[in-house]
């Protein structure tokens, strides 16, 4: 269970001062540490997330390191070697990896590809021996990350998924406010998340074999996220529209969805994803108040408020607070804040949002 505990601005700044990757720890994990170790880390596919915030975040890291490169492309390979010092021995392709399991210096694979590979590379990663980490979406659907669930246990290996918002200060606030409903029972929330799409009419994002779908589940799996840890409750059953307004661009994969959550209790939440809307926001409202956030999901320049002012909260690197939290996790044999179990609840309100669509209604979340 997350350590819920009020953020205050002088326990951040102390904690800061221990290294960002720290910040996000309970003091009993924090505890635990008991040696200077790194733990090495490889990546799989060196795209935009892996160059930009990944790689970046592992020079900041305190508890593990870029140790290794799994890459189809050998250029990269080259460029990426020589920025970072990671020996030609600890680099692969896409058919080699599997060899990965003779390599001690790989500790946990990191999975940064497109949705259609997450659950393959997951289970070889599993069955090469290491610990993973998947990015988000899991995978293509439920079942797909059911299997990935259980490869990794039958491997007895860890499995975590990307939401590096679990250790944005926050985020983490939204939960708190929520769950231990300091302004009473949340009576309603809303959030969006989207952007307006302006990349390569081909990229794998828009190919529903590779992406599983469109801004539903790139974007808007963090409003899902946002809603469900802000609550700690599950949804039972949705109920979605689509909008389409560029059916070419859009051809395969959605653009712009709707949906509505009913909670037990009766408390209904309302949500949409966009590739054609400049979305970003987290907003509850409690019987004694409101706290919201805008941007929301962002990698940093989140903003909070509540009704009673702005929330006075640091902005950190969270790629490396969430790398850091999983090697101490798995060095201290702890389990994470952000399991695969925890990717596939999104996955089934995905699914379900999907279903809803096609079924014009109402549909139970299971
Ligand atoms: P990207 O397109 O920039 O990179 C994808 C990588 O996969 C590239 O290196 C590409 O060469 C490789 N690849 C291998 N096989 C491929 C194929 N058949 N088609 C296309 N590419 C192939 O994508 P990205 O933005 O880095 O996203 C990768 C993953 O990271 C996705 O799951 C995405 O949702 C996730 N992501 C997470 C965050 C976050 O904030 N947590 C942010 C961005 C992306």
Not at 31 to 49: F, M, P, T
Not at 133 to 160: D, F, H, V
Not at 307 to 312: N, W
Request: charged share 20%.
């Amino acid at each position: 269970m997350q350590n819920l505990e009020p953020f205050s601005r002088r326990s951040f700044l102390k904690t800061l001062s221990i290294g960002a990757g720290a910040l996000a720890l309970t003091p009993t994990l924090q505890s635990l540490i008991s040696s200077d170790k790194k733990l090495g880390i490889a990546l799989v596919g060196l795209g935009g997330y892996s160059r930009g915030q990944l790689a970046p975040a592992l020079l900041e890291t305190k508890h593990c390191y870029l140790a290794g490169l799994v890459t189809g492309t050998p250029s990269k390979a080259d460029e990426w070697s020589k920025k970072y010092n990671v020996p030609n021995k600890n680099i692969y392709n896409y058919s080699n990896f599997d060899e990965i399991a003779k390599n001690p210096d790989i500790d946990i694979v990191y999975v940064v590809l497109p949705v259609s590979m997450h659950k393959e590379f997951t289970i070889r990663a599993a069955k090469a021996g290491k610990h993973v980490i998947c990015e988000k979406p899991m995978a293509l659907n439920a079942a797909e990350c059911t299997e990935m669930i259980a490869a990794c246990k039958k491997a007895k290996r860890m499995l975590s998924i990307g939401y590096r918002l679990h250790f944005d200060p926050h985020n983490m606030e939204m939960m708190r406010l929520g769950q231990k409903k300091v302004y009473g029972k949340v009576t309603a929330i809303d959030t969006g998340n989207g952007f307006v799409y302006r990349g390569d009419p081909n990229a794998w994002r828009l190919k529903k074999a590779l992406s599983g779908g469109g801004a539903l589940m790139d974007m808007g799996v963090y409003s899902i996220q946002g809603t469900r840890y802000t609550l700690g409750q599950e949804p039972l059953f949705v109920t979605a529209t689509e909008v389409k307004t560029n059916n070419d661009l859009f051809a395969e994969v959605d653009e712009t969805i709707n949906w509505k959550f009913e909670f037990p209790g009766g408390l209904v939440t309302t949500g949409k994803s966009s590739y054609n809307n400049n979305w970003g926001y987290l907003k509850a409202t409690a019987e004694k108040g409101n706290f919201s956030l805008e941007p929301a999901f962002g990698y940093g320049g989140i903003k909070g408020s509540t009704h009673l002012g702005v929330m006075e909260l640091p902005q950190i690197n969270q790629q490396a607070a969430q790398m850091d939290d999983f090697a101490l996790c798995v060095m201290n044999k702890k389990p994470t804040r952000v399991p695969g179990e925890e990717g596939l609840k999104d996955m089934k309100v995905i699914d379900a949002i999907y279903r809803s669509i096609a079924s014009g209604k109402r549909e139970r979340i299971v």
